[in-house]
């Protein structure tokens, strides 16, 4: 009896380990998974840590732009004068080259109709880009001079003559040179319609 029961006990055994086998592909396939993704979510963490550290900062860029001033302070200290004045002429110049905007009121201008019996006319804001405070101050000064000046090349335009963009883009650049001609202190360095319409 106790041979029979030693022969019959292997027997329940044997269907459990093809069953723990099945459990075993479970557990690795959701190993290989988890394994995969967490390789996964690594990867994006380090390549969005990768694009953080590369942009810029507002602290990368600030020493740059302080150096030469600290250098030229440094070189003035010590009885450098001409390397002082050098540094303020190139601190300037990356200053100026965004310049100034002065706005002009709105202008209302007819245009040129000849034989027409019905006037046009052109309804434009202006702005007007001055390369320093100086400048700025001029134009300002000599309003009524800029202003007639618009008003009398608009007068000489037909609305034919601004319907295409190069037409507009000729007229800015004929305003630039006319209000050059009396500026002192800067010539004007750019001219934009913020506003543009042509009725009737």
Known sequence: ?????????PAP???A???GGGGNKVVLLLTLVNVVVTAAIGGLVFVSFKKEKNQSTISDIAPDEHAPKEEAAAEGGHGGGGGHGGAKEGAKKKTGDFGKIVTLDQFTVNLSTP????PKYARVNISIEVPNEDSEIEVNQKMPQVRNVVIDLFN????SDL???EGRDYLKEEIRNAVNEFM????IKGVFFTNFAVAG
């Open 13 to 15: 055994a044997s269907p």
């Open 163 to 165: 319907a295409s963009a």
């Open 115 to 118: 034989g027409s019996a019905t």
């Open 184 to 187: 002192v202190k800067g010539k």
């Open 156 to 159: 000489s335009k037909r609305p």
């Open 17 to 19: 380990p093809s069953g």
């Open 1 to 9: 009896m106790a041979a029979e029961e030693k022969a019959s006990a």
